[in-house]
């Protein structure tokens, strides 16, 4: 079990450093003088970095004219010390290091993520089940359809028409931020209001990740209804019911357990779009900002920061596997 | 008594006539048959069909505006305003008509000229979604195309050589499977941004460039799909009996895995084409996109988040554009979905 | 009928629609009719012999392909009298198995149906008080009654009165007949808590261990075990335990042996005769292998393309087989008093498709004792003996006198 930890660990290493590898050489694919005047830009209108720091990420990131392949290899590895030492750079924008600023927003988008997975999970199963239980009924026509409406609409899209509709034109809603900046909330009326304002966006998360998990849960349970010890199950003479809730929903239940697992870190990453759309400060809108104003350092930083997250989430999902399979032994 | 033991107890299942006085399906009849049963199936693909009509053939039947053609026309918009008041004891009523005129017709209503009205440019909306179907369909389907056919390639040598190429092979997916997608599409754009600055590029040739990317790194499903197939593929007994027969290395693989590989290919790529148009999108909407005043459906809808105002007023100009992409992704989800209800051995009905 | 159509012998686009059609009809029709609220009465029955527990008579069992319907049981009867071995013998494919899953009602629908046909099971059944609770009898155990119930009839929702307690079943596959993320005692005790009245957990887990004492397993060693740690031949004992558990009045062993290594097969084989002794109940034991019938049957069922062709005890069929078939069949094993250069014999051709099936015997074309009349009409159950029956045309005379 420690073994298999460990080498399993040592090779989450591995892919990172794959990952660090096409990140940094990806960003040095930038234009030198481009990046010179981004900073100077950046410098003239909020002034909030110096010169001694402009310096030290010109060399950090072997940003010197010129480069040759040495410099870049150089500047590769200084990076990659840094990221080792958990420091990520200065962001040019937000003028505090870029760790800090993503443990700033990270709680933002951790919470509304997770209230939206567990809705998620306690919408998609039941309906999952019911639609593998009547399959080809007008049951499972109607989930169906609905669930894959919910997978096809893209997050800004349906985003904007919840805000148009709910927020704009029927006011139920505020339409942007987390707070209402002219009321002076405080106890229970401020977590009143923090849940008018993620309301809209953790209903456009729910209703467009709903469907895969649905579907998941469809087809496992269709494949476990479909066995042999199911149909033990019910030779014993249980009734359907049992055979279904104890029987069959335990046996549907290890992959999604396992996702769950695998799950869990991906909800610290935030989501791009829908915190853009309805304007929260959430980590995926800060990484979106800071795009857009080509703050190097925190683009970089962000991008490892999902990286490591999903490589977390494999590992997790692993170890999950066999917790809940009492099949599966870790070696 | 081997006569006893030549059959799987199965038989209700299996394909294969027992004997020659029946007449069975052919196996396309079985597979249209599978997939036209399904209503979803057929749903969509009168949807995707009906999309590739209305943008590729659509410009030729409503031909009153093109893509970047502003209509000049011109507009007036009256508005009124009341205001009462009260001096000495008398009640004013006071009515404003204000008259505002533009030179091109923008943010029209819709009608008889402009079916969906007109954007915040005057370009007639019908007919940017119409050619803005064009950039996204197209580009989703190269970047599938080349996406499989990486994924065909690499996840071939994997699975048929084995051995350290494999291993390799394999690496390279899990690196690539563990890279954020959009975010990592933003390193690139700022990239771009440089390169078009220094005009090394077109600012039009980013979204082409972007989409090749994703193909560089979306190919590990498809490699994986095709190297378990082809692992699978090689322990059944057929192969062994064909390699007993001593045939060669590249007849083994066309006869015998391309067609068992063939059918999930096809699915995922159907499915594949759903999340592409999903991606495009995403990326036109955050700018990212195809550069004006060309348009692609993702980019119709990037005006909302510079003019609250449209988002609010102007439903015409950027709904529309996000119905397309829904019936286009939803079209491919339902096709995909019914290639594989239709192809799965197991199913039951 | 297949050389008339010019395209390799393919069903037409027409008549696909066509079999789909009244494939849909049908399924509807018996969907609803298995998923009916009725009363008791309309699925209690008489036995035609008392002595019997169970009587298939002229069942039907269907199952609705896109290719056409498939009529796996066409017509089966045979009864199980009491405290008694009934093998049913026959090549894969011939409705042996769909014939015992119909008497468990384990068709998989909507495309299996049971179409016609009766399954009589004399059940013995705790008398229920208002309350639905059993009554006791004032010795320690509960009042019984036995209830004739026409199975075939029975709702869906009736069904589990049936299954495990009644009817239990033995499966092909032990491999994957256990609920993977179960233990074996928490899958055993389910069966007593199930059927026994006023089980507790502690009654449950050691009638559990009693049951497996009984197979022949230390019940220390798997009760807390997962099926995935046992080997193949102890997950079947664990099913026969599982069969056991609820003293069923009724075991179906569905081809319990065949998934399982020569050696194993003989262990289990040993076990079912040693059980056969000890519990209070009849085994259908189905499978392909004579050897196995000839030691455990009294009874042998002879089947072929979803019908009974010869049914009788079993030295009338093994010393005194009348249908070429099963003539054949004896005649294919092999035997060590064979001779070197004698060849085995084989039945020639194969198990015609139930989809199209002739109106003539249906084994005519690998017959080797054909007269004229066997392309005539499918032939009669002959009576040759009191316990003796034969499908053949050979045998027509005797009819008249029989």
Same mark, same amino acid.
């Given at each position: 079990?420690?073994?298999?930890?460990?080498?399993?660990?040592?090779?989450?290493?591995?892919?990172?450093?794959?990952?660090?590898?096409?990140?940094?050489?990806?960003?040095?694919?930038?234009?030198?003088?481009?990046?010179?005047?981004?900073?100077?830009?950046?410098?003239?209108?909020?002034?909030?970095?110096?010169?001694?720091?402009?310096?030290?990420?010109?060399?950090?990131?072997?940003?010197?004219?010129?480069?040759?392949?040495?410099?870049?290899?150089?500047?590769?590895?200084?990076?990659?010390?840094?990221?080792?030492?958990?420091?990520?750079?200065?962001?040019?924008?937000?003028?505090?290091?870029?760790?800090?600023?993503?443990?700033?927003?990270?709680?933002?988008?951790?919470?509304?993520?997770?209230?939206?997975?567990?809705?998620?999970?306690?919408?998609?199963?039941?309906?999952?089940?019911?639609?593998?239980?009547?399959?080809?009924?007008?049951?499972?026509?109607?989930?169906?359809?609905?669930?894959?409406?919910?997978?096809?609409?893209?997050?800004?899209?349906?985003?904007?028409?919840?805000?148009?509709?709910?927020?704009?034109?029927?006011?139920?809603?505020?339409?942007?931020?987390?707070?209402?900046?002219?009321?002076?909330?405080?106890?229970?009326?401020?977590?009143?209001?923090?849940?008018?304002?993620?309301?809209?966006?953790?209903?456009?998360?729910?209703?467009?990740?709903?469907?895969?998990?649905?579907?998941?849960?469809?087809?496992?349970?269709?494949?476990?209804?479909?066995?042999?010890?199911?149909?033990?199950?019910?030779?014993?003479?249980?009734?359907?019911?049992?055979?279904?809730?104890?029987?069959?929903?335990?046996?549907?239940?290890?992959?999604?357990?396992?996702?769950?697992?695998?799950?869990?870190?991906?909800?610290?990453?935030?989501?791009?779009?829908?915190?853009?759309?309805?304007?929260?400060?959430?980590?995926?809108?800060?990484?979106?900002?800071?795009?857009?104003?080509?703050?190097?350092?925190?683009?970089?930083?962000?991008?490892?920061?999902?990286?490591?997250?999903?490589?977390?989430?494999?590992?997790?999902?692993?170890?999950?596997?066999?917790?809940?399979?009492?099949?599966?032994?870790?070696? | 008594?081997?006569?006893?033991?030549?059959?799987?107890?199965?038989?209700?299942?299996? %394909?294969?006539?027992? +004997?020659?006085?029946? $007449? #069975? /399906?052919?196996?396309?009849?079985?597979? &249209?048959?599978?997939? @036209?049963?399904?209503?979803?199936?057929?749903?969509?693909?009168?949807?995707?069909?009906?999309?590739?009509?209305?943008?590729?053939?659509?410009?030729?039947?409503?031909?009153?505006?093109?893509?970047?053609?502003?209509?000049?026309?011109?507009?007036?918009?009256?508005?009124?305003?009341?205001?009462?008041?009260?001096?000495?004891?008398?009640?004013?009523?006071?009515?404003?008509?204000?008259?505002?005129?533009?030179?091109?017709?923008?943010?029209?209503?819709?009608?008889?000229?402009?079916?969906?009205?007109?954007? %915040?440019?005057?370009? +007639?909306?019908?007919? $940017? #979604? /119409?050619?803005?179907?064009?950039?996204? &369909?197209?580009?989703? @389907?190269?970047?599938?195309?080349?996406?499989?056919?990486?994924?065909?390639?690499?996840?071939?040598?994997?699975?048929?050589?084995?051995?350290?190429?494999?291993?390799?092979?394999?690496?390279?997916?899990?690196?690539?499977?563990?890279?954020?997608?959009?975010?990592?599409?933003?390193?690139?754009?700022?990239?771009?941004?440089?390169?078009?600055?220094?005009?090394?590029?077109?600012?039009?040739?980013?979204?082409?460039?972007?989409?090749?990317?994703?193909?560089?790194?979306?190919?590990?499903?498809?490699?994986?799909?095709?190297?378990?197939?082809?692992?699978?593929?090689?322990?059944?007994?057929?192969?062994?009996?064909?390699?007993?027969?001593?045939?060669?290395?590249?007849?083994?693989?066309?006869?015998?895995?391309?067609?068992?590989?063939?059918?999930?290919?096809?699915?995922?790529?159907?499915?594949?084409?759903?999340?592409?148009?999903?991606?495009?999108?995403?990326?036109?909407?955050?700018?990212?996109?195809?550069?004006?005043?060309?348009?692609?459906?993702?980019?119709?809808?990037?005006?909302?988040?510079?003019?609250?105002?449209?988002?609010?007023?102007?439903?015409?100009?950027?709904?529309?554009?996000?119905?397309?992409?829904?019936?286009?992704?939803?079209?491919?989800?339902?096709?995909?979905?019914?290639?594989?209800?239709?192809?799965?051995?197991?199913?039951?009905? | 009928?297949?050389?008339?159509?010019?395209?390799?012998?393919?069903?037409?686009?027409?008549?696909?629609?066509?079999?789909?059609?009244?494939?849909?009809?049908?399924?509807?029709?018996?969907?609803?009719?298995?998923?009916?609220?009725?009363?008791?009465?309309?699925?209690?029955?008489?036995?035609?012999?008392?002595?019997?527990?169970?009587?298939?008579?002229?069942?039907?069992?269907?199952?609705?392909?896109?290719?056409?319907?498939?009529?796996?049981?066409?017509?089966?009867?045979?009864?199980?009298?009491?405290?008694?071995?009934?093998?049913?013998?026959?090549?894969?494919?011939?409705?042996?198995?769909?014939?015992?899953?119909?008497?468990?009602?384990?068709?998989?629908?909507?495309?299996?149906?049971?179409?016609?046909?009766?399954?009589?099971?004399?059940?013995?059944?705790?008398?229920?008080?208002?309350?639905?609770?059993?009554?006791?009898?004032?010795?320690?155990?509960?009042?019984?009654?036995?209830?004739?119930?026409?199975?075939?009839?029975?709702?869906?929702?009736?069904?589990?009165?049936?299954?495990?307690?009644?009817?239990?079943?033995?499966?092909?596959?032990?491999?994957?007949?256990?609920?993977?993320?179960?233990?074996?005692?928490?899958?055993?005790?389910?069966?007593?808590?199930?059927?026994?009245?006023?089980?507790?957990?502690?009654?449950?887990?050691?009638?559990?261990?009693?049951?497996?004492?009984?197979?022949?397993?230390?019940?220390?060693?798997?009760?807390?075990?997962?099926?995935?740690?046992?080997?193949?031949?102890?997950?079947?004992?664990?099913?026969?335990?599982?069969?056991?558990?609820?003293?069923?009045?009724?075991?179906?062993?569905?081809?319990?042996?065949?998934?399982?290594?020569?050696?194993?097969?003989?262990?289990?084989?040993?076990?079912?005769?040693?059980?056969?002794?000890?519990?209070?109940?009849?085994?259908?034991?189905?499978?392909?292998?004579?050897?196995?019938?000839?030691?455990?049957?009294?009874?042998?069922?002879?089947?072929?393309?979803?019908?009974?062709?010869?049914?009788?005890?079993?030295?009338?069929?093994?010393?005194?087989?009348?249908?070429?078939?099963?003539?054949?069949?004896?005649?294919?094993?092999?035997?060590?008093?064979?001779?070197?250069?004698?060849?085995?014999?084989?039945?020639?051709?194969?198990?015609?498709?139930?989809?199209?099936?002739?109106?003539?015997?249906?084994?005519?074309?690998?017959?080797?004792?054909?007269?004229?009349?066997?392309?005539?009409?499918?032939?009669?159950?002959?009576?040759?003996?009191?316990?003796?029956?034969?499908?053949?045309?050979?045998?027509?005379?005797?009819?008249?006198?029989?």
């Amino acid at each position: 079990m420690l073994k298999y930890i460990v080498k399993r660990l040592a090779y989450a290493i591995l892919v990172l450093l794959g990952v660090s590898l096409i990140i940094y050489f990806l960003t040095r694919l930038m234009p030198i003088d481009f990046v010179k005047n981004k900073v100077v830009s950046v410098q003239t209108s909020g002034a909030t970095v110096d010169q001694e720091m402009v310096d030290a990420m010109y060399e950090a990131y072997g940003l010197t004219a010129n480069a040759s392949f040495g410099d870049i290899l150089q500047g590769y590895l200084n990076w990659l010390g840094d990221l080792v030492r958990f420091d990520l750079g200065t962001s040019f924008k937000y003028g505090i290091p870029v760790t800090e600023k993503i443990a700033m927003h990270m709680g933002t988008s951790f919470i509304i993520a997770l209230i939206a997975t567990v809705f998620e999970f306690m919408i998609a199963i039941p309906l999952g089940i019911t639609a593998a239980t009547h399959q080809y009924s007008l049951r499972d026509y109607v989930v169906t359809i609905l669930v894959m409406i919910g997978i096809s609409l893209p997050s800004f899209f349906f985003g904007n028409i919840l805000k148009d509709w709910l927020a704009y034109d029927l006011g139920w809603f505020p339409p942007l931020g987390l707070t209402d900046a002219t009321m002076d909330h405080s106890g229970f009326s401020l977590i009143l209001d923090y849940g008018r304002h993620v309301f809209i966006p953790i209903l456009t998360v729910v209703v467009l990740s709903i469907g895969a998990r649905m579907r998941m849960t469809r087809t496992n349970m269709l494949e476990v209804m479909n066995s042999d010890y199911i149909r033990t199950a019910r030779a014993k003479g249980l009734k359907e019911r049992v055979v279904i809730n104890k029987h069959a929903f335990r046996n549907t239940l290890i992959p999604l357990v396992t996702s769950l697992a695998g799950l869990l870190p991906s909800l610290f990453s935030g989501a791009i779009i829908t915190e853009q759309v309805f304007d929260l400060p959430g980590i995926g809108n800060i990484a979106l900002q800071a795009m857009n104003a080509g703050d190097i350092p925190f683009i970089m930083g962000y991008n490892m920061f999902l990286a490591v997250l999903s490589v977390i989430g494999v590992l997790l999902a692993d170890l999950m596997y066999a917790i809940v399979d009492p099949r599966v032994k870790l070696e | 008594m081997d006569e006893l033991e030549m059959k799987q107890e199965d038989v209700l299942e299996t %394909d294969v006539p027992l +004997d020659k006085n029946v $007449r #069975l /399906m052919s196996p396309t009849q079985m597979l &249209l048959r599978r997939f @036209f049963r399904s209503k979803l199936s057929i749903i969509g693909l009168v949807m995707v069909v009906g999309l590739f009509l209305f943008c590729f053939l659509g410009p030729m039947v409503y031909t009153q505006w093109g893509e970047t053609q502003i209509d000049k026309s011109g507009m007036v918009e009256y508005s009124t305003s009341k205001a009462t008041y009260t001096v000495d004891g008398v009640t004013y009523e006071l009515h404003q008509t204000l008259e505002r005129q533009e030179s091109d017709n923008a943010y029209s209503a819709p009608s008889a000229s402009h079916p969906l009205g007109t954007d %915040d440019q005057g370009y +007639d909306v019908l007919a $940017r #979604l /119409m050619y803005g179907g064009r950039v996204s &369909l197209l580009v989703s @389907f190269m970047t599938v195309i080349l996406m499989t056919v990486l994924g065909v390639i690499m996840g071939g040598i994997s699975g048929y050589f084995g051995g350290i190429a494999d291993n390799i092979i394999m690496r390279i997916c899990d690196i690539l499977m563990c890279l954020p997608g959009i975010p990592i599409l933003m390193i690139l754009s700022s990239a771009m941004d440089g390169w078009v600055e220094l005009q090394l590029i077109e600012e039009g040739m980013r979204i082409y460039i972007l989409m090749f990317f994703l193909t560089l790194i979306s190919w590990p499903g498809i490699a994986r799909l095709v190297r378990g197939q082809i692992l699978s593929l090689r322990e059944q007994e057929y192969m062994v009996a064909a390699e007993a027969m001593g045939y060669s290395t590249g007849r083994k693989i066309f006869k015998h895995l391309v067609p068992n590989v063939m059918p999930q290919l096809i699915v995922q790529m159907s499915l594949s084409l759903g999340s592409m148009i999903l991606y495009e999108a995403t990326l036109s909407y955050l700018n990212m996109g195809i550069k004006a005043p060309y348009t692609a459906w993702g980019s119709m809808i990037n005006i909302i988040t510079t003019d609250p105002d449209i988002l609010q007023n102007y439903p015409t100009i950027w709904v529309p554009a996000g119905v397309c992409i829904v019936i286009a992704v939803l079209g491919f989800n339902f096709v995909g979905d019914g290639l594989r209800d239709a192809l799965d051995p197991k199913a039951r009905r | 009928m297949a050389k008339e159509n010019s395209n390799k012998g393919y069903l037409s686009g027409k008549e696909i629609r066509a079999i789909a059609k009244s494939n849909a009809k049908e399924m509807k029709r018996l969907e609803a009719y298995k998923n009916r609220r009725c009363p008791e009465s309309e699925f209690l029955s008489q036995m035609a012999d008392d002595d019997n527990i169970l009587e298939i008579q002229d069942l039907h069992t269907f199952f609705f392909t896109e290719q056409g319907v498939v009529k796996a049981v066409n017509g089966v009867s045979y009864d199980v009298p009491k405290n008694s071995v009934v093998g049913v013998v026959g090549e894969s494919g011939c409705g042996k198995s769909v014939t015992s899953m119909s008497v468990m009602r384990l068709i998989q629908g909507p495309t299996g149906q049971i179409v016609d046909g009766s399954i009589r099971f004399k059940s013995n059944e705790y008398v229920l008080d208002g309350k639905g609770q059993p009554i006791p009898d004032g010795d320690g155990g509960y009042r019984m009654e036995e209830k004739v119930y026409d199975i075939a009839k029975m709702p869906m929702r009736e069904i589990h009165r049936i299954r495990g307690k009644q009817v239990a079943m033995i499966f092909q596959e032990p491999m994957t007949s256990l609920n993977p993320v179960f233990t074996i005692g928490q899958q055993l005790d389910e069966v007593t808590l199930l059927h026994m009245p006023g089980a507790t957990k502690q009654i449950a887990k050691e009638k559990s261990e009693d049951m497996l004492r009984l197979v022949g397993i230390i019940p220390e060693n798997v009760y807390n075990a997962f099926p995935h740690e046992l080997s193949g031949g102890m997950r079947q004992r664990v099913m026969i335990a599982m069969a056991l558990a609820a003293e069923p009045r009724l075991i179906i062993a569905d081809e319990p042996t065949t998934a399982l290594d020569v050696t194993i097969q003989a262990q289990i084989l040993d076990l079912l005769q040693d059980i056969k002794n000890k519990i209070d109940g009849s085994i259908l034991l189905i499978t392909h292998d004579l050897g196995v019938i000839a030691e455990m049957a009294d009874y042998v069922v002879v089947m072929y393309a979803g019908k009974v062709i010869e049914k009788g005890t079993v030295l009338e069929i093994f010393q005194d087989p009348r249908h070429p078939y099963t003539i054949g069949l004896q005649k294919s094993k092999p035997t060590m008093t064979l001779d070197d250069d004698t060849e085995l014999y084989n039945i020639p051709g194969n198990v015609p498709n139930p989809i199209d099936m002739p109106s003539h015997c249906y084994f005519k074309e690998r017959c080797s004792m054909c007269t004229k009349k066997c392309s005539g009409e499918y032939p009669g159950m002959v009576q040759v003996s009191p316990t003796h029956f034969v499908a053949c045309h050979l045998y027509d005379e005797e009819t008249a006198h029989g």
